[in-house]
C-alpha cells in the first residue's frame, strides 16, 4: 500500500536540544509539505518542496530547516532557535498541479 | 494574502440529522481550489470534498456536498444522515489554481460531535 510514514509518533526533547522529524512517502509524489497544528488553530505551512534539491519557505519557516537529498524524504528539523516548538507536526504529499493531497499520520513532539 | 475563516469552533448534531458547517474565505484571485478536511481522533487529515472554483456545479461525495458561492466567498459543507464515525474536526482549505506546488491554506476548524 503507498502511503505516507511518519516516526516516531510521539517525541519528547528538552528544552535547546535539535530534534528531526522524519517523513517517507513511497507515492512517488514530487512535491511534500511539512505543515505545523496548534491546539484551536488550523494547519500552517512551514516548508514545502517540488523537486529534490530544491524547497521554499512557507508562512511559519523561521527556527525549521528542511533536506531533500531524495524523492521519497523529506526530513524537518526543529531547532533550538524555534521558540514554541511544542505542535502537532504533519507532512503530506503531491503530484505538483494535482488535485489532492496525501497526509501522514503526524508527530507530536513535546519540548520541556 | 488568502484568508480561510471558519466561524463555528464547535457543532454538534443528532445521529441521521443533517447538518451545515459554515466556511468564508477572502481572495482576490479568480481561479482556485476549495477543500473540506476531516480529522478524526486519530489525527489523520482525510480529504472529504473538493470544488473547483470555475464550476458552478455544487461537488457531493455520498452524504457530503457543498454550498459554494464564489460572490459571496462561501463554502459550506452540508453533512445528510450523520452517523457516529462522522465526529470530528472539520477543516475548510483554499488553495491557489497558480503554480504548481499545493499550498493550502485552512481555516481554525470546527469540532463536529454526533449525538447518539
Known amino acids: 500500500d503507498g502511503g505516507i510514514t511518519q516516526s516516531p509518533k510521539y517525541l519528547f526533547r528538552k528544552e535547546g536540544q535539535n530534534v528531526t522529524l522524519s517523513c517517507e512517502q513511497n507515492?512517488?509524489?514530487?512535491?511534500m509539505y511539512w505543515y505545523r497544528q496548534d491546539p484551536g488553530q488550523g494547519l500552517r505551512l512551514i516548508y514545502y518542496?517540488?523537486?529534490?534539491?530544491?524547497?521554499q519557505k512557507g508562512d511559519i519557516a523561521e527556527g525549521y530547516s528542511v533536506s531533500r537529498e531524495k524523492k521519497e524524504s523529506f526530513p524537518l528539523t526543529v531547532t533550538s532557535a524555534q521558540k514554541n516548538p511544542t505542535a502537532f507536526y504533519l507532512c503530506?504529499?503531491?503530484?505538483?498541479?494535482?488535485?489532492?493531497?496525501?497526509f501522514g499520520p503526524g508527530t507530536r513532539l513535546t519540548v520541556t | 494574502a488568502q484568508t480561510v475563516t471558519q466561524s463555528q469552533p464547535e457543532m454538534s448534531v443528532q445521529e441521521a440529522e443533517t447538518v451545515t458547517l459554515s466556511c468564508t474565505y477572502d481572495?482576490?484571485?479568480?481561479?482556485?481550489?476549495l477543500f473540506w478536511y476531516k480529522q478524526p481522533p486519530s489525527r489523520q487529515m482525510i480529504l472529504v470534498i473538493r470544488?473547483?472554483?470555475?464550476?458552478?456545479q455544487n461537488a457531493t461525495e455520498n452524504r457530503f456536498s457543498v454550498n459554494f458561492q464564489k460572490a459571496a466567498k462561501s463554502f459550506s459543507l452540508k453533512i445528510s444522515d450523520s452517523q457516529l464515525g462522522d465526529a470530528a474536526m472539520y477543516f475548510c482549505?483554499?488553495?491557489?489554481?497558480?503554480?504548481?506546488?499545493?499550498?493550502?491554506?485552512f481555516g481554525q476548524g470546527t469540532r463536529l460531535t454526533i449525538n447518539p
Open positions: 470544488q473547483e472554483a470555475y464550476k458552478q
Open positions: 503530506a504529499s503531491s503530484h505538483v498541479g494535482g488535485q489532492g493531497k496525501h
Open positions: 507515492l512517488n509524489h514530487d512535491a
Open positions: 482549505a483554499y488553495r491557489s489554481a497558480v503554480g504548481g506546488a499545493q499550498k493550502l491554506v
Open positions: 481572495t482576490s484571485e479568480s481561479d482556485y481550489y
Open positions: 518542496s517540488q523537486i529534490v534539491n530544491d524547497f
